[in-house]
């Protein structure tokens, strides 16, 4: 199928008024030696071919297990005024708002979307996203290198996404850039041994709240110690959580990242999902990415624009902040739109159901004999189970049974093959929950 | 405007959630609690729906009209796409599924859209290996250049230097920067607007990491020498970096894999049919010759000798992980089904159109603006103001003055070598039609630089602002709606 307009007798008078004989000829410049030595591709399909096909091929994806996967990446209810609104062509057919006369939708949209992120971290300014969680974390490390002069060490809690500590072990693998890692505790970040890696090269310290194992933690104290000593506090966190748990702003974090895609953005097999940055007045000028802000027209009346873009790499090329040039902005309207419609109550209300389901999912493994729940400390709504039996091997024959019961850890750390991290979220009801532990129970007494 | 914030009514909401099933009487110790109030808007879903209804129609897309943004291929990207990305079994699908215990048996849907579209990719690009992990066009660059450098660094290679010509986007600097390497520009011979020859082999040395080049160029030009490029690059184990934003020109006529090249990436959201969604998400997936394939990012997509797909972590040169999961996944799954609709013809037929209605413009358009290099272009052509600016009316000023015409702005100042640049990609789904209307507009516009040029720097006067105060944006950084 074709979408192209032109018939070929207008391609015949256009290529006329071109002088060219053929369209062909168009392309004299790419020498005879350099034309393609092959492109074998599947026939040309029609518009009812290609959904069929998708739709077949849909079909083979196990999208329908009853979910109890996170480990940062969670299925949570998505209104279905966020598709209607954020699939508006206006929205999606935009370029980048470069020419902010025909583009003040997406740029009040950015800065209301920077001004939620503000308002669910405590933070001052929020930039217009990056990508993902990961490089988000990565981006706030730059930013850290950059403010803090002539240090290089950066440590970080093992309860950090595990995923997120290979990214940036990969983007720094040509930098030289040294990392601690503070040995794993389920519970909260273990103070003493992670003081214990701090010295005088050390640039950064990254934190997690609610960690991997779903701990929630006040990180007051570490950020005092910290600042005392010249180092600035990253903290990722999980937003919905925001909404009940302590923000980064009340412990006096520095930057501020995370994984926007709990936020009306469908899990998608991974993307694309949304990285969430924020940080303190007094470090802005170092985010990285795009920032809308307001100021005036030439006739007085209130407008956005892209500011601050002297910072990025169009301008700035080989000495920018950083080499991002898109946001996900699309994914950050459904952040904006899908906060919006939850507002104060609503995320709350999400929060406290996403708690309590988990709580009551603690409750019923706990009866299990031979299930340890790890508790060291308070959970949000994910938490830790010891299996008397290798987790991964549980995980497949549950998966038989319809359910997805969780991340097994021993493939991110060392000595945790028991361990299953399971996560609950408002869309699991009581009967799925029960429905779980009871296949769990079953399983484990085979 | 007003801001969604300040609609908010104490006590609406907007979303509609069950009941609490279970013993609610959970709580969050008061010393991990949040302390301060959770300051969210509180709207009924009727006030949300029409404040971004108000918001869309201040924005102008490609489905609204003309788009001819040089350098940001702004095609129509069909609506199928759309529907394919949203289906349940794809946008449902967690992304740790396949990292259970024979779990990759539970997503072969989603893993066969990964290992086709990687192999369509091959073939197009002439290229041995994809990944599609890169998240972006920029990504796709960070991701190449570490490939490079882990190459380099296999090999016991000390290299520093990533040349890139003066014309390039701002992202190549930035990217070979942010990887650890040093950039040097290489000159345009400013007679015929392709990569001085002469100074570049000067410039290649033992220190040279890689060359980075886009071709067509930014100028919308094509580099035929780009296989002497990969010699003389080669000759010093440099490698050669292309970068694929403008590949939508070329398809089915050049492939960079046949002329030497070592790494590439493919804007999907230019070329394959993502559309732009106010500035992203897109994907920037790399292809690699074969000498390159041990150092891609893990996972890898595998197709089994049963004819299953599955993921291999156990790669041990491999530069890690530059993505969670698999890259954009709905950005790749659009991509695979833009190339199946078009199949090799409609590529061609892509690509030729593109080039066909680039040249329309220009032949219509250089008897009225300087038009700096002279001779066929590419799917992308760049006009100079330069005369227009000594009478005082800047590129900015066209450009605005089309705003008032109906059209979204060509790309303006860029590239940097060329003085009041206008950067003109018309694309291949613009009709001849439209493209008339555009080249009347230019004429009118050119006819009011000499007769009523004060019309100029007022526009645009027809949207829901004028230009807006950037010097004030930034020094009150007005950043987020926030109590003092």
């Known amino acids: 199928m074709s ?29 005879d030696d350099l034309a393609p030595s092959s492109f074998d591709l599947p026939r040309a399909k029609s518009e009812l071919e290609v959904r069929g096909y998708f739709q077949s091929v849909a079909s083979r994806n196990y999208s329908h297990l009853t979910n109890f996967l996170g480990g940062g990446f969670y299925d949570h209810f998505i209104p279905a005024a966020v598709d209607a609104i954020a699939s508006r062509s206006e929205f999606v057919t935009a370029y980048t708002p470069y020419q902010p006369e025909v583009s003040q939708g997406t740029l009040q949209a950015i800065y209301e979307y920077q001004t939620q992120i503000c308002r669910l971290t405590g933070m001052d300014a929020a930039n217009a996203s990056v990508y993902d969680g990961g490089t988000a974390l990565y981006e706030a490390c730059q930013m850290a290198l950059h403010s803090v002069r002539k240090r290089n060490k950066i440590v970080m809690d093992s309860g950090v996404n595990p995923v997120y500590r290979k990214m940036l072990y990969s983007y720094t693998a040509n930098l030289s850039i040294d990392f601690d890692e503070v040995p794993v505790t389920h519970g909260q970040s273990d103070r003493d041994r992670l003081f214990e890696l701090l010295d005088e090269n050390t640039a950064a310290v990254i934190l997690q709240n609610p960690n991997f194992f779903g701990a929630v933690d006040d990180h007051s104290d570490i950020v005092d110690y910290c600042h005392e000593r010249g180092i600035l506090v990253i903290q990722s966190v999980y937003p919905i959580a925001m909404a009940l748990v302590k923000p980064p702003g009340e412990m006096g974090v520095d930057i501020v990242t995370g994984e926007g895609q709990s936020l009306g953005i469908p899990l998608s097999f991974g993307g694309p999902y949304l990285g969430f940055m924020a940080t303190t007045r007094k470090l802005v000028r170092r985010l990285p990415g795009r920032l809308a802000g307001r100021t005036t027209d030439v006739h007085g009346n209130e407008s956005f624009v892209l500011t601050l873009q002297a910072r990025e790499q169009h301008i700035r090329r080989e000495k920018a902040t950083s080499n991002i040039c898109t946001n996900q ?89 028991n361990y299953l991290l399971v996560a609950v979220t408002e869309k699991r009801t009581k009967y799925d929950i029960g429905t779980f532990a009871e296949a769990l129970e079953d399983v484990l007494c085979r | 405007m007003s801001l969604i914030f300040e609609k908010s009514v104490p006590g609406r909401t907007g979303v509609s959630l069950p009941e609490c099933d279970v013993p609610s009487d959970a709580y969050i110790p008061t010393e991990f609690s949040r302390q301060s109030d959770l300051d969210l808007c509180e709207l009924s879903e009727l006030d949300v729906v029409r404040h971004f209804t108000a918001l869309s129609e201040k ?122 390497y040093t950039t ?93 969604g106010s500035g992203g998400p897109g994907a920037g997936p790399v292809g690699v010759s074969s000498h390159l394939d041990p150092y891609l990012p893990v996972s890898r997509v595998v197709k089994r000798k049963d004819s299953t797909y599955t993921l291999d972590y156990d790669r041990s040169k491999s530069i890690g992980y530059i993505a969670p999961f698999y890259g954009n996944f709905a950005v790749c799954l659009k991509a695979y089904a833009y190339i199946l609709l078009h199949g090799a013809d409609g590529l061609r037929e892509v690509s030729g159109n593109a080039v066909l209605n680039a040249n329309y413009l220009m032949h219509a358009l250089k008897t009225v603006y300087e038009l700096p290099f002279d001779r066929t272009c590419m799917h992308e052509f760049v006009l100079s103001a330069r005369e227009e600016a000594k009478a005082g009316v800047r590129a900015v000023d066209i450009a605005k003055g089309l705003i008032d015409e109906g059209f979204h702005p060509p790309t303006m100042y860029f590239p940097l070598i060329v003085k009041e640049a206008l950067m003109i990609e018309p694309t291949e789904t613009e009709s001849k039609e439209t493209l008339d209307c555009f080249i009347a507009a230019m004429k009118r516009i050119a006819a009011k630089v000499k007769d009523a040029p004060d019309s100029l720097h007022n526009a645009p006067c027809t949207t829901p602002v004028g230009r807006p105060d950037e010097v004030k944006a930034a020094k009150d950084m007005d950043l987020a709606y926030l109590a003092k």
């Open chain 1, 3 to 31: 979408y192209i307009a032109n018939t070929p007798a207008q391609q015949q008078e256009m290529l006329a008024a071109c002088g060219a004989a053929s369209v062909d000829d168009l392309f004299r410049d790419i020498p």
């Open chain 2, 184 to 276: 040097t520009p290489v000159p345009t011979d400013q007679e015929t607007g392709v990569l001085d020859m002469a100074a570049l082999e000067s410039m290649v040395d033992d220190r040279t990491a890689a060359i980075m080049l886009t071709n067509p160029s930014t100028l919308g030009i094509f580099n035929g020498q780009i296989g002497k490029i990969a010699e003389i690059a080669h000759r010093h184990d440099a490698l050669v970096y292309y970068d694929g934003a403008n590949l939508n020109a070329v398809l089915g006529r050049f492939r960079p894999g046949d002329a030497g090249v070592d790494v590439m990436h493919v804007n999907l959201h230019k070329t394959f049919g993502t559309p732009h």
């Open chain 1, 329 to 417: 902005a699309l994914c950050a309207l459904r952040a904006n739109i899908y906060l919006s419609l939850l507002g104060k109550e609503g995320l709350k209300k999400v929060a406290r159901l996403c708690h309590a389901k988990a709580h009551y999912a603690k409750e019923r493994f706990k009866a299990i004999p031979g299930v340890t729940v790890k508790e060291s400390s308070s959970t949000f709504n994910e938490f830790t189970i010891e299996l008397p039996v290798d987790a991964e091997d549980v995980a497949g024959t549950m998966v038989e049974r319809g359910i997805a019961p969780g991340l097994p850890l021993g493939q991110f750390y060392e000595g945790m093959g």
């Open chain 2, 59 to 180: 924005n102008f897309g490609v489905d609204t009209g003309f788009y001819p943004l040089g350098s940001c291929t702004m095609k129509y990207n069909p609506k199928i796409l759309e529907e394919v990305a949203a289906l349940p079994g794809f946008a449902e699908l967690h992304p740790f599924l396949p990292q259970l215990r024979h779990g990759g048996m539970l997503t072969q849907g989603a893993l066969l859209v990964l290992y086709e579209l990687e192999r369509l990719l091959c073939e197009i690009t002439g290229m041995d290996a994809f990944t599609l992990q890169p998240l972006a066009g920029a990504h796709g660059e960070l991701t190449g250049m570490m490939l490079i450098a882990a190459y380099h660094r296999d090999k016991g290679n000390t290299k520093s230097v990533v040349l890139i010509p003066d014309e390039a986007h701002g992202t190549n600097p930035s990217s070979a920067a942010t990887a650890g």
